[in-house]
């Protein structure tokens, strides 16, 4: 057990503080059917990291963070004006595209890079077992910043969330808080990504908010159970990882997957469990 909260306490937390930004955002992502935003935002903090390494930078550095950013901001201005009064092509379409671009870039920018298969694996698979309390500290002061920002832009992404036309109706204009959330959600996911991969990423923001989703009307019900299957995913799945020695990123994603699986069996064998929850 001591071995365990030695070396897993500060993967553990940081993986815990990712969880709470990301379960507010993921509900707005899931309700705005754009569920691949987030790994294709990511994949475009990869390449901006990417090129950072390309240019002498190392990942986690100040550099990166930067590039990435930037790089993510880009993705925010283009996402932003991919939604059409028109649906004849659904936005997902364009943000699939923008993800295998993207992808592809980052594979060509690391081929010229020293290392550059390993570097592909960290950012799609990240390296949360060795994050440090000194990165903890520097996601939570950031994370506490543009959680003052959600706070304030509350109302707004929930209207544009939830009914787009009639928040357009109120006078909102979708664009702009379009790439007001896409922004923020780039900031979170340009962090990330350097602690715990593309994949844990995409896992921790929607798998969660799926899970509440189908079983919750209220958001402050969605965003309680999405905290609590999420510490109980983070935490045995980090678990098992540091037992059987596994990778823990990947572990904490399976981890999840096997949560999501269960509960949609338990939804089937106990239908009055969920049509109980919706009431």
């Known amino acids: 057990m001591y071995g365990f ?3 897993m306490a500060a993967p553990v937390v940081a993986a ?3 969880v709470g930004m990301h379960g507010y955002l993921g509900t ?3 309700r705005r059917c754009v569920i691949f935003v987030d790994i294709a935002l990511a994949q475009m903090a990869a390449f901006g990291v990417a090129i950072s390494l390309l240019f002498g930078a190392e990942v986690g550095t100040g550099a990166a963070f930067w590039v990435g950013l930037g790089a993510t901001f880009v993705g925010a201005v283009l996402l932003s004006f991919t939604r059409s ?3 004849k092509v659904p936005q997902e379409a364009y943000i699939g595209i923008v993800y295998v671009v993207f992808s592809a870039g980052m594979i060509l920018v690391l081929s010229q890079v020293a290392h550059g298969g390993e570097e592909i694996h960290n950012l799609l698979v990240g390296a ?3 994050v440090s309390w000194g990165t903890v500290l520097k996601t939570t002061v950031i994370y506490g910043g543009l959680a003052v920002l959600l706070y304030w832009w509350h109302k707004p992404f929930q209207r544009v969330s939830a009914d787009p036309k009639a928040a357009q109706r109120e006078g909102l204009s979708l664009p702009l808080w379009d790439f007001l959330f896409y922004m923020v959600l780039g900031t979170v996911v340009t962090i990330s990504v350097q602690i715990a991969g593309v994949l844990m990423v995409f896992t921790i923001l929607v798998v969660p908010a799926v899970m509440a989703i189908r079983l919750f009307m209220s958001a402050r019900s969605q965003m ?3 905290l609590l299957v999420s510490t109980g995913a983070v935490v045995g799945g980090s678990a098992v990882s540091y037992v059987y020695d596994l990778p823990t990123g990947a572990t904490i994603v399976c981890a ?3 949560l999501l699986a269960l509960q949609v069996v338990m939804e089937r064998g106990f239908p009055l469990l969920r049509s109980a929850m919706f009431k």
């Open 5 to 7: 909260c030695e070396m």
């Open 85 to 87: 009064k028109i649906e």
């Open 128 to 130: 949360i077992l060795w």
């Open 28 to 30: 707005h992502v899931v």
């Open 224 to 226: 309680a159970y999405v």
């Open 256 to 258: 999840f997957g096997c």
């Open 16 to 18: 815990l503080i990712l």
